[in-house]
């Protein structure tokens, strides 16, 4: 998404849980979610305030729409194969899909 879309994105979190869009905000949360669509983080934000009272950051954020990729895939894609790190081979990349274990690069970068 567009900075301003992170921009409109904050004001969404803010009509929620009060507080003001800061420049210095914005830059953050466009660092940590640039790369992900404007409707994949508002439902992200959705998703975070019907599970929990904490005041949402970007993190949980990133945590929600990770969580959200991963049911979808898991419900269009065959059973996982063995993670290729766990059989201690080196992965296969296509893209952004490891061809032997189906791993995806995303799932890779710092999960919580
Ligand atoms: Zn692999």
Do not use: N
């Not at 949360?29 to 929990?52: M, P």
């Not at 419900?75 to 791993?103: K, N, Q, Y």
Request: overall charge neutral.
């Amino acid at each position: 998404m567009q900075k301003s879309e992170v921009a409109m994105l904050l004001t969404f979190v803010h009509s929620l849980q009060g507080g003001e869009t800061t420049e210095l905000e914005v830059a953050g949360w466009f660092d940590v979610l640039g790369r992900y669509e404007y409707a994949d983080a508002k439902a992200a934000v959705r998703a975070h305030v019907d599970q929990s009272q904490q005041r949402i950051t970007a993190a949980h954020v990133l945590h929600q729409i990770k969580t959200a990729r991963r049911a979808l895939t898991g419900s269009t894609m065959s059973p996982r194969r063995i993670d290729c790190a766990r059989e201690g081979r080196a992965h296969a990349w296509i893209g952004d899909t490891c061809r032997l274990c189906e791993v995806r690069r995303w799932e890779l970068e710092g999960t919580a």
